[in-house]
């Protein structure tokens, strides 16, 4: 089990740049989460994956964030045209199913600063 | 719609001192409990969850928390700290029929001094 892994860890980007991050869950896991998290403040819920399907997006997350999972497996969350409010680490996070399904394993994040 | 309340931003505390880290939600429907922890420079950690039965947990590091459905409250508690204890806490709700979501408190700090 090497838990959730996320890359890139930091990215510094200029704004109106698109960005990429990738989340890798715990392997039996079918559910995935991606949170957002500014300074100071808990994480914040921006969208959630049953396997390959993405069931629930945040009112957060506008027409410039868009999130995959095209095999179930692992998943990717694009930010386009880059604004300096988009600067915040993203979490991503996986769970299993039934009850089990309530206890989330976070990765370390990707931590994004917008110039 | 669940909101989490944590009503303390920082709590300092002395070694070996207990320690109550409050945290209040709100939610028209029946939800699932949940503290998770997060040390500087790592991730978030999963720290206890209520569930059902027992509305005591614990976890295996002497912290335990209790749920209030009265009082819709969740507080952390341990007997006594450790630097090592010093950290963000986080308390968070997900409601049984939204998918697991969780919808987080603001965090607490818990600074443990010598």
């Known amino acids: 089990d090497t838990g959730v892994s996320q890359d890139p860890r930091h990215k510094i980007t200029k704004r109106g740049q698109n960005v990429t991050f990738r989340c890798d869950p715990i392997?039996?896991?079918?559910?995935l989460y991606w949170y957002r998290q500014t300074l100071g403040q808990g994480p914040e819920f921006l969208t959630y994956?049953?396997?390959?399907?993405?069931?629930?997006k945040s009112r957060l997350l506008s027409d410039r964030f868009s999130a995959e999972r095209p095999k179930g497996s692992f998943s990717t969350l694009e930010i386009q045209r880059t604004e300096q409010g988009d600067s915040a680490m993203y979490l991503c996070a996986s769970s299993g199913m039934g009850r089990t399904s309530y206890e989330q394993y976070f990765g370390p994040g990707t931590r994004l600063t917008v110039t | 719609a669940q909101s989490v309340t944590q009503l303390d931003s920082q709590v300092p505390v002395f070694e070996e001192a207990p320690v109550e880290l409050r945290c209040n939600y709100s939610s028209s429907v029946s939800v699932y409990l949940f503290w998770y922890v997060q040390y500087p420079n790592q991730g978030l950690q999963l720290l206890l969850k209520y569930l059902s039965g027992s509305t005591l947990v614990e976890s295996i590091n002497g912290f335990e928390a209790e749920f209030n459905k009265s009082q819709t409250s969740f507080h952390l508690r341990k007997p006594s700290v450790h630097i090592s204890d010093t950290a963000e806490y986080f308390c968070a709700v997900s409601a049984g029929n939204q998918g697991g979501k969780l919808i987080f408190g603001q965090g607490t700090e818990l600074s443990v001094k010598p």
């Open positions: 392997s039996e896991h079918n559910r």
């Open positions: 994956f049953q396997n390959e399907a993405q069931l629930e």
